[in-house]
């Protein structure tokens, strides 16, 4: 729920919009705006106190990792205000189609 909250608050003082999308025990944020403010964001994420570890403790996600980047049109590919979550079975189905190769590989892994 912290983690969560932290990034809808995120995505309010940022210029980003976010679907964090969960799959078994993975977790995908898609992240999209323009190139710097998504660099912020990936930089936030990585030295902000977003989460707890497993003694309750605030912590940084240090473990996040870039599966894939692309740029999108303005044709309405991608429709998100804020911070969006979505349970899924899979997650690759539901990405933008240059980004699907990238979390496949991912899920490989």
Known sequence: KLYKRKLKQATETQQVQCTLYTQDRWLFLLVVGNEAACKEFLTWLRTAKVDVNSRGQPCKERKATVVGECELSNDGVIVTTGFDTCQTHNVV??????????CAAFLRR
């Open 93 to 102: 189905g539901h990405l933008p189609e240059p980004l699907q190769a990238g």
